[in-house]
């Protein structure tokens, strides 16, 4: 049985960081491109970053460019979200995913999602 399990959440102030954790169980984690996505309330969920299976390869989008980074740990089975200078409009739940290749990933054309972690921001 897979397992993406999503970890880090919080209340933070704007400008604040946060560290966002996925554990992955029951896979071949390092077969595996991970990636972070969020949803906000009334709002779609929107891509935020990817990493290839070996973490050489990594994608964002344009809005977190500079302030977010994602990295993973595969002897940990673990893909981390560092996110620094928070916007109050980047409260949302933070989800994790598991897939074939960045690509797919920030495609949403994924085998595995996480149950998300909610990220709130105060102005």
């Known amino acids: 049985q897979v397992q993406l399990v999503e970890s880090g959440g919080g209340l933070v102030q704007a400008g604040g960081s946060l560290r966002l954790s996925c554990a992955a169980s029951g896979l071949a984690f390092s077969s595996y491109a991970m990636g972070w996505f969020r949803q906000a309330p009334g709002k779609e969920r929107e891509f935020v970053a990817a990493?290839?299976?070996?973490?050489?390869?990594?994608d964002y989008a344009d809005s977190v460019k500079g302030r977010f980074t994602i990295s993973r740990d595969n002897a940990k089975n673990t893909v981390y979200l560092e996110m620094n200078s928070l916007k109050p409009e980047e409260a949302a739940v933070y989800y994790c995913?598991?897939?074939?290749?960045?690509?797919?990933?920030?495609?949403?054309?994924?085998?595995?999602w996480g149950q998300g972690t909610q990220v709130t921001v105060s102005s």
């Open positions: 995913n598991a897939g074939d290749n960045v690509v797919a990933v920030s495609r949403q054309n994924v085998h595995y």
């Open positions: 990493i290839d299976a070996r973490g050489g390869r990594t």
